[in-house]
């Protein structure tokens, strides 16, 4: 190869390194966004909120962000501002952990219910079903063999 080809490509390696650098800002500033909802309670993620507070607020995100915060440091300023609600999602650590579990808990325990529920009626059913089908036969078995009776 001569040095002209050798140049370009140690250029272009260097540039495609450092492209996802020169992004990593911006895709570390919208997860952060994600992580919260919007500060007037609209029951939007502040990604979705238009209003000026929430514009303000993807601003203090993305500043703090450039900035260099961690983000644990981001998390807790703005849990310390407006407490845990303004989280997207509940932490997954003490009591909160229940808010991950209790739907799939109660799933189980709702088709566990029904289950069982099917199941004794699906008893109950075959239950009667035989006792019926045993008085019908015993009528049934009378009346043929009076019939029977009355030819023979």
């Keep these: 190869m001569n040095k002209f080809t050798t140049l370009m490509l140690i250029l272009m390696m260097s540039l495609g390194l450092l492209v996802p650098v020169a992004f990593a800002a911006e895709i570390d500033a919208q997860a952060m966004i994600s992580c919260f909802m919007a500060p007037d309670f609209c029951g939007k993620t502040l990604s979705a909120c238009e209003g000026g507070i929430s514009e303000n607020m993807r601003q ?3 500043a703090m962000v450039d900035s260099g915060k961690t983000k644990d440091e981001i998390i ?3 849990v310390g501002i407006y407490g845990m ?9 003490g009591f909160y952990l229940t808010a991950w579990f209790m739907p799939v808990i109660g799933l189980a325990a709702g088709v566990a219910i029904m289950f069982g529920y099917m199941q004794r009626t699906k008893i109950k059913g075959s239950k009667q079903s035989n006792a019926n089908s045993q008085a019908d036969n015993g009528a049934y078995d009378e009346e043929v063999e009076e019939e029977l009776k009355k030819y023979i």
């Design 60 to 62: 203090e995100v993305a």
């Design 76 to 78: 807790q300023h703005y």
């Design 85 to 93: 609600q303004i989280l997207s999602a509940p932490p997954k650590e």
